[in-house]
Every structure is written in C-alpha cells, then in structure tokens.
C-alpha cells in the first residue's frame, strides 16, 4: 500500500501563496488519480482537484479555478497542489489520497495522508 504526507501548510496573509506537497512512499503514484480535498471545521470534506498520470487531465472545484493548480512529478513520487491568491475561506486541512477511478467523491479515495493546515489571516 501507498502512504502519502502532506507538507507545505502554515500561515499566510490573504492573497498569498502555497505549495502543497504530497509525498508517496511504500509504491509509486503513478497507477492512481491523484486528489487533493480539504476539511474546514465544522465542514465536511471537500473535494479540490484531481490529476491523471501523467498529469494532461486536471479538474477543480470551481471556487479555486483559475487560483490552483494541481501536478505531479513522478520522479519524486510527488503531487502538488500550488495555490494563489488565497481567501479566508481557503483554511482548512488539506489532505491528499489516491483513487483507482476519476471521481470528486471522497468515497472513492484511499490511502490518505493526515494532512497540512493551511490557514489564511486577514
């Protein structure tokens, strides 16, 4: 099985920017959809992109298009997640997972990582 970490989360100023890194060890990534979801208290999980291998087909939740930007480099066993121009309303954990089929439904991920907190101040 795939066990994946998260990194690059902390405190930023709204309007700034984030690199998420999602770190697979154990097996290589590139037989998974790649997706990127995020939980805000008292929220449930959400969906944010999502990536084929090897990486031509991406789709996001339609609040960060044109803000995120999801890749993948499968030399480092590594997912992405590059996000600019960030809100109040971008804090939560954001957490990554693998899928077998192209889905925005969390039901359909696995291995999860245990996620970076990103939090965005005013």
């Known amino acids: 099985q795939v066990q994946l970490v998260e990194s690059g989360g902390g405190l930023v100023q709204a309007g700034g920017s984030l690199r998420l890194a999602c770190v697979g060890s154990?097996?290589?990534?590139?037989?998974?959809?790649m997706g990127w979801f995020r939980q805000a208290p008292g929220k449930e999980r959400e969906f944010v992109a999502i990536i084929d291998w090897p990486g031509a087909n991406t789709y996001y939740q339609e609040s960060v298009k044109g803000r995120f930007t999801i890749s993948r480099d499968n030399a480092k066993n590594t997912v992405y997640l590059q996000m600019n121009s960030l809100t109040l309303e971008d804090t939560a954990l954001y957490s990554c997972?693998?899928?077998?089929?192209?889905?925005?439904?969390?039901?359909?991920?696995?291995?999860w990582g245990q996620g970076t907190q990103v939090t965005v101040s005013s």
């Open positions: 997972a693998t899928a077998r089929i192209w889905s925005t439904l969390p039901q359909r991920y696995f291995n």
């Open positions: 154990g097996s290589t990534l590139s037989p998974y959809y």
